[in-house]
Antibody
């Protein structure tokens, strides 16, 4: 059974750096046909893709947030880490990690349960 | 900053058929990239509903179907049921942005 679980702070202050960890099970981060993405959803709003890391450690980022994001992975720990710098109240959202299936058209399945991050002083 | 446009809401009576459109452009759907659909029940994480334009994962009822043409895609729900009340999102890849993109989302209400 494939599962992903997000962990990290529930509250961060403006200007701080957010660090989120996605722990996966049921598949290997070295599998060539799979990767992990981070996706967020502000309350009551649509989904927004943030970043992705491939099995070969290649990374891609949302164009609008690229300067603030860093994604990395520790294959031995089955973990993917996302950092976002200079947090602002508009970054308040539920952050999800999801397995990306890289098969002639990439899709996300399954998703973690998500973790709500609030940015407030 | 969704680049795929969906209607904000659609509704239908139990048993009816509803469709949700997903309109993109020449840099995403029109460029030949596949479209995938997700269902998000209230208070839960999104779940894959359709992948590769028209394929259903195991366990998804055949009431759900997807199609793609030109720069748009559609999700159809036939035999609408109360349990189908949820938000639905389309997703694809955009070559201009060099990243994945989601639709604006559509809320389905069962009357």
């Amino acid at each position: 059974q494939v599962t992903l679980k997000e962990s990290g702070p529930v509250l961060v202050k403006p200007t701080e750096t957010l660090t989120l960890t996605c722990t996966v099970s049921g598949f290997s981060l070295s599998n060539a046909r799979m990767g992990v993405s981070w996706i967020r959803q502000p309350p009551g709003k649509a989904l927004e893709w943030l970043a992705h890391i491939f099995s070969n450690d290649e990374k891609s980022y949302s164009t609008s947030l690229k300067s603030r994001l860093t994604i990395s992975k520790d294959t031995s720990k089955s973990q993917v880490v996302l950092t976002m710098t200079n947090m602002d109240p508009v970054d308040t959202a539920t952050y999800y990690c999801a397995r990306t299936l890289v098969v002639a058209g990439d899709w996300f399945d399954p998703w973690g349960q998500g973790t709500l991050v609030t940015v407030s002083s | 900053q969704s680049v795929l446009t969906q209607p904000p809401s659609v509704s239908g009576a139990p048993g009816q058929r509803v469709t949700i459109s997903c309109t993109g452009s020449s840099s995403n759907i029109g460029a030949g990239y596949d479209v995938h659909w997700y269902q998000q029940l209230p208070g839960t994480a999104p779940k894959l509903l359709i992948y590769g334009n028209s394929n259903r994962p195991s366990g998804v009822p055949d009431r759900f179907s997807g199609s793609k043409s030109g720069t748009s895609a559609s999700l159809a729900i036939s035999g609408l049921q109360a349990e189908d009340e949820a938000d639905y999102y389309c997703q694809s890849y955009d070559s201009s942005l060099s990243g994945y993109v989601f639709g604006t989302g559509t809320k389905v209400t069962v009357l």
